[in-house]
């Protein structure tokens, strides 16, 4: 079992560049890992996911061409690289994990939570 963790929230303009890191008490090595992010008045939607390994990532259209998800297994730890953020992307965005023997599909359920991490984009 893992407990991600998250940092690196905070104010950005839009345009600039954020990177949100997650690390986890436990090994992450045999875990999907996935950034998820919950605005108001919206439900929670993933933003991207990534394999044990870092071979196969996933991304949400919002996400793609902007985003970019990555992995150190040696530390545990996973990040989202918000590139050209916008307003829109203002959220509460949280950090999870899942058990990958090598079939996990990347933007279904998982199962271990992070506490959050406030993200507002000015315009």
């Known amino acids: 079992q893992v407990e991600p963790v998250e940092s690196g929230g905070g104010l950005v303009q839009a345009g600039g560049s954020l990177r949100l890191s997650c690390t986890a008490s436990?090994?992450?090595?045999?875990?999907?890992m996935g950034w998820f992010r919950h605005a108001p008045g919206k439900g929670r939607e993933i933003v991207a996911g990534?394999?044990?390994?870092?071979?196969?990532?996933y991304y949400a259209n919002s996400a793609k061409g902007r985003f970019t998800i990555s992995r150190d297994n040696v530390k545990n730890s996973v990040y989202l690289q918000m590139d050209s953020p916008k307003p829109e992307d203002t959220a509460v965005y949280y950090c999870?994990?899942?058990?990958?023997?090598?079939?996990?599909?990347?933007?279904?359920?998982?199962?271990?939570w992070g506490q959050g991490t406030q993200v507002t984009v000015s315009s």
């Open positions: 436990g090994r992450i090595s045999t875990y999907a």
């Open positions: 990534i394999n044990w390994s870092g071979s196969n990532t």
């Open positions: 999870a994990a899942k058990v990958d023997i090598g079939t996990a599909v990347l933007n279904s359920k998982y199962d271990y």
